[in-house]
């Protein structure tokens, strides 16, 4: 039977033994020395001048004074002389003060392995999932300024990224998955994915579901292009059918275009809250004729798009009247004059014609009173509506208590007399009128 422990060397009591308390007392000196080893410092080799007792240091190569001849071993000084224990494979120690923790491993204290090839923490890591951590939160600091989290790829064709899963099923990624591009993508069951967003990593600009496919697609959710709408474009996008112009925005639109308000092609404005509830506010290029309509879900409307109004302004305000089935389509006021008068067409339809027109003398009897020998033809300086008559009136100038009657009228003329209850034989001169529709 050996005379010492297998592992720490310890003295055994032999049998008999004389003086038993050497022998345990120098046990428990060696169990001191290397239960909780706190040394003094690793990779020693000049001993100190002064040192305490139970100063120990874990000794390097070329040890001098004292400690020659023994690189490697462990010094501890017990107050009277050093002594040295030699080291086992797997024994821990630490630096006192400090966080320097060593392993005695293949013959050297190594610091505690700065490379591990699984750590779990709270739960198991495996091959593929070499770092797991199972807790509410994980928290990466700053050690100074900031702080960085890297993820490297080996090439372009490789992924880098980050995944979030429901029940350990993928529900969304974001980073540079089989290229270089950064995306975004998403999942509803971890098997079909849609990429929501694409940085091209090129240009930095973006693509992917959540992007417009083209500067007038419609559809919710998306983040607009630039231009969408004629929004921050120099030249708007155009469309073919002002009923397709549904996306807030502007629009440009030629001649053939459908559904436009004026003959010509123009420039339309979409004002959207939904897809239900538009207003266009469109205008023609050669003339500056501007319209308005509208298409609306709530009462009273049909959820169809309205008729176009035309909007009047001050460069259409007075010019040539005109209408389409009894709907205005030109200016407000029309005033014109002509050898037979002037006249004054209104886009609702109403025409006034004046003239100051010499009658004859009311000084040939007629019933009761006095009328002019022979009545005088006016034709009117422009046309009423076919089938209309005009109201016709007159004030004389130059005589009192004349009136003016018309007795035979129609759309185009009608034959004027002047009628008094007294005989007169001067000549009245009146301002004559007549009142209807044009349309």
């Not at 880098?160 to 998955?177: C, D, P, V, Y």
């Not at 009761?368 to 300086?381: D, L, R, V």
Request: aromatic share 8%.
């Amino acid at each position: 039977m050996s005379d010492v422990s297998a592992r720490l060397d310890l003295p055994f009591i032999a049998p008999s033994q004389a003086q038993k308390h050497v022998t345990h007392n120098e046990a428990v000196q060696r169990l001191d020395l290397l239960v909780q080893m706190a040394l003094d410092g690793f990779e020693a080799t000049e001993p100190p001048t002064a040192p305490e007792t139970g100063a120990r240091y874990a000794l390097g190569q070329g040890a001098m004074g004292d400690w020659a001849g023994q690189d490697g071993q462990i010094a501890v000084f017990l107050g009277e002389a050093w002594t040295f224990v030699a080291p086992q494979e797997g024994w821990i120690a630490t630096a006192r003060g400090t966080a320097d923790l060593r392993l005695y491993q293949e013959g050297a204290w190594q610091r505690f392995p700065e490379r591990i090839e699984r750590l779990g923490i709270a739960t198991d890591a495996d091959a593929l999932n070499r770092l797991s951590v199972a807790a509410g939160a994980t928290l990466l600091s700053h050690a100074g300024e900031g702080h960085q989290l890297k993820i490297n790829k080996a090439t372009a064709a490789a992924t880098a990224s980050l995944l979030f899963q429901t029940g350990f099923s993928g529900r969304a990624e974001m980073g540079i998955a089989g290229q270089d591009d950064f995306t975004i993508k998403v999942s509803a069951d971890g098997a079909t994915w849609t990429e929501a967003l694409r940085v091209n990593a090129q240009t930095g600009h973006l693509g992917g579901a959540g992007v417009q496919s083209n500067p007038t697609d419609a559809t919710a959710g998306r983040v607009l292009l630039t231009g969408a709408g004629g929004l921050l474009a120099s030249i708007p996008p155009s469309v073919t059918d002002l009923n397709d112009a549904a996306l807030a925005g502007f629009y440009n639109y030629a001649g053939a275009a459908a559904n436009k308000p004026f003959s010509q092609g123009g420039a339309v404005l979409v004002i959207s809250t939904n897809a239900s509830r538009t207003l266009q506010l469109a205008y023609e290029h050669s003339s500056g004729r501007t319209a308005i309509r509208y298409v609306s879900d709530a009462p009273p409307a049909s959820g169809s798009w309205h008729q176009w109004r035309e909007i009047y302004h001050q460069n259409s305000v007075l010019g040539a009247v005109s209408q389409s089935n009894g709907v205005p389509t030109g200016a407000v006021i029309e005033r014109g004059s002509n050898a037979n008068g002037e006249y004054v067409r209104f886009a609702d339809g109403t025409q006034i014609c004046t003239r100051q027109i010499t009658l004859g003398a009311p000084n040939v009897a007629d019933g009761a009173g006095f009328s002019g020998a022979t009545s005088t033809n006016w034709t009117y300086p422009a046309g009423f509506a076919p089938g209309i008559t005009p109201s016709i009136g007159g004030a004389c100038t130059n005589v009192g208590k004349v009136w003016v009657s018309s007795f035979v009228a129609s759309n185009t003329a009608a034959s004027l007399i002047a009628e008094r209850f007294t005989p007169v034989a001067t000549a009245p001169v009146s301002n004559v009128f007549a009142i209807g529709r044009w349309f």
